[in-house]
């Protein structure tokens, strides 16, 4: 009988096979979605994430889907756009970049948990503090803007831990460790790198180190510091969006912190 997936892996993986880089069709998406909860890792994956342009194309098929939102279009629009929303699919979540003052009024009867996405530095912070809603952080794109140094990345997680926070990552997670990209030529964040990093931020360490560990691409190091916590939940991380859970779980089973069937 396989073990229950460790507790610092449940979740960790918002499907968001729609979006670029991956691209996929809807009607591609929700069947493979399907196959991942319907899977041994199953518990390592949060919800479909649907753009609000797109949920009038979205057709569940089978039993129940939860979706998270992303809100693409004005906050205020959002309900009109679920009104026509299949029963048999669920909203779990919402997630949005919208201003804060702007999101805070639309938000308040959406009843599910709401990321807002911000920019970085002390005072998006310090202005989400008290709004219910959960941090979230864009750490890849297009282009080599729009992913952060490891010090900046750095500075919100120590700042999120400081306040207390849970915070969520978007883009260019892919990849266990932090690396350049052969293609592109960007340096990607590692989520094993996230995962020391935040547990290390949690427990009081200060940026400098935060950003050292988030720097490192020594993936025995950073392998060997997650398995020594893997059976605790995540400290502050809430999880990432990824267009693909197939190269995050190929890496998990490379450093042998998941074996197929869930035993370690």
Request: glycine content about 10%; charged content about 25%.
């Amino acid at each position: 009988m396989s073990e229950p997936m460790p507790a610092m892996l449940r979740g960790l993986i918002d499907d968001a096979a729609v979006f670029p880089p991956g691209n996929a069709a809807l009607e591609d998406a929700v069947p493979a979605h399907r196959g991942h909860r319907d899977s041994w890792y199953s518990d390592m994956v949060g919800p479909l994430l649907v753009p609000v342009s797109r949920l009038a194309d979205l057709e569940p098929g089978g039993s129940g889907l939860r979706i998270g939102v992303i809100v693409d279009c004005e906050p205020e629009y959002v309900r009109e756009a679920l009104g026509d929303l299949d029963p048999r699919v669920e909203v779990v979540q919402y997630e949005s970049r919208a201003a804060l003052h702007h999101l805070a009024k639309a938000a308040e009867d959406w009843e599910a948990p709401v990321f807002a996405e911000l920019p970085f530095g002390e005072e998006p912070l310090e202005a989400v503090v008290g709004t219910g809603f959960t941090p979230k952080f864009r750490t890849g794109g297009p282009s080599e803007e729009f992913f952060p140094p490891p010090g900046v990345l750095a500075g919100s997680i120590v700042g999120c831990a400081r306040r207390s926070l849970p915070f969520k990552l978007t883009a260019g997670l892919h990849r266990a460790v932090r690396h350049r990209d052969s293609e592109t030529g960007f340096v990607h964040h590692g989520f094993l790198n996230v995962l020391v990093a935040s547990a290390e931020a949690a427990a009081g360490a200060d940026t400098d180190r935060v950003a050292e560990l988030l720097d490192s691409t020594d993936a025995a190091d950073l392998a060997a510091r997650s398995r020594a916590m893997i059976d605790r939940p995540r400290p502050l991380w809430a999880g990432f969006g990824s267009c693909s859970v197939d190269e995050p779980l190929e890496d998990l089973l490379s450093f042998s912190l998941l074996t197929e069937g869930g035993d370690r």
